[in-house]
T-cell receptor, first 115, second 117 residues
Framework: SQQGEEDPQALSIQEGENATMNCSYK?????LQWYRQNSGRGLVHLIL?????REKHSGRLRVTLDTSKKSSSLLITASRAADTASYFC???????????????FGKGTHLIIQP | GAVVSQHPSRVICKSGTSVKIECRSL??????MFWYRQFPKQSLMLMAT?????????EQGVEKDKFLINHASLTLSTLTVTSAHPEDSSFYIC?????????????FGPGTRLTVL
C-alpha cells in the first residue's frame, strides 16, 4: 500500500515563527487529512482537504494540495509552545487507489516550538 | 459530536496471554471501524477493516488468527491479540465511520497502549 512521506522529519522553531510541513503520496486520492498527536496520546483531526480543493484554512492552519505533484503542505502561523507535537498527513484513497478503505498515514513530522 | 472510546486505555500482560481491546462509538452507529497499530516513534499502520456482521478485512502481513476482530454490533468492535508476545507491544488505535455519512468521515479513539512482558 502507498505510504506518505512527510518532511522534514523533525522541525524546531521559535515561538511566533511559522512552521511548514510537507507531505507527498503516491496514488490517486479522495482526500488528504492532517492530524496532530501529542506524545503517547491519541490523534486530533486538524483539517481535511478534498481532491478537488487546492487550499483550505482553519484558524492558524493553512493546507494546500497539489494533486499533479501528489503533495500537500501544512502551514501553522504564529506558532505557540502548545503546538509542539507530531503531525501526520493521511490519505484516503479508497477504491481509487486500489488499496485499503482506511487511511494511509505518512511518517510524520515532529515539531518543537521553543519558547 | 462523534465520540469514539477505547477500553482499556493501557494494559500490561504476560507473554502468551490474550488481550481484548474494545472500540465503541458512543453517539453514532458505525458500520465500519478500522484498527491501526503504532510502534514507538513511528506512524500509524492500518491493520484491518472491521465491518458489522461480516468478516474483517486484514492488511497484508497482519495475521488474522493472531489479531481476532469481532464487530457484532453497530457501536462495538473488539480486537483480541491472542498469545501476545513482546513484539506485539504497541499503541492500538481504532477509528469509526458513521453509517450513512460521507466516506471521508472517520472518528478516532484515544488509543490503547499494550505492553507485553
Amino acid at each position: 500500500s502507498q505510504q506518505g512521506e512527510e518532511d522534514p522529519q523533525a522541525l524546531s522553531i521559535q515561538e511566533g515563527e511559522n512552521a511548514t510541513m510537507n507531505c507527498s503520496y503516491k496514488t490517486s486520492i479522495n482526500n488528504l487529512q492532517w492530524y496532530r498527536q501529542n506524545s503517547g496520546r491519541g490523534l486530533v483531526h486538524l483539517i481535511l482537504i478534498r481532491s478537488n480543493e487546492r487550499e483550505k484554512h482553519s484558524g492558524r492552519l493553512r493546507v494546500t494540495l497539489d494533486t499533479s505533484k501528489k503533495s500537500s503542505s501544512l502551514l501553522i502561523t504564529a506558532s505557540r509552545a502548545a503546538d509542539t507535537a507530531s503531525y501526520f498527513c493521511a490519505t484516503d484513497a479508497g477504491l481509487l487507489g486500489g488499496g485499503a478503505d482506511g487511511l494511509t498515514f505518512g511518517k510524520g513530522t515532529h515539531l518543537i516550538i521553543q519558547p | 459530536g462523534a465520540v469514539v472510546s477505547q477500553h482499556p486505555s493501557r494494559v500490561i500482560c504476560k507473554s502468551g496471554t490474550s488481550v481484548k481491546i474494545e472500540c465503541r462509538s458512543l453517539d453514532f452507529q458505525a458500520t465500519t471501524m478500522f484498527w491501526y497499530r503504532q510502534f514507538p516513534k513511528q506512524s500509524l499502520m492500518l491493520m484491518a477493516t472491521s465491518n458489522e456482521g461480516s468478516k474483517a478485512t486484514y492488511e497484508q502481513g497482519v495475521e488474522k488468527d493472531k489479531f481476532l476482530i469481532n464487530h457484532a454490533s453497530l457501536t462495538l468492535s473488539t480486537l483480541t491479540v491472542t498469545s501476545a508476545h513482546p513484539e506485539d507491544s504497541s499503541f492500538y488505535i481504532c477509528s469509526a465511520r458513521k453509517t450513512g455519512a460521507r466516506t471521508d468521515t472517520q472518528y478516532f479513539g484515544p488509543g490503547t497502549r499494550l505492553t507485553v512482558l
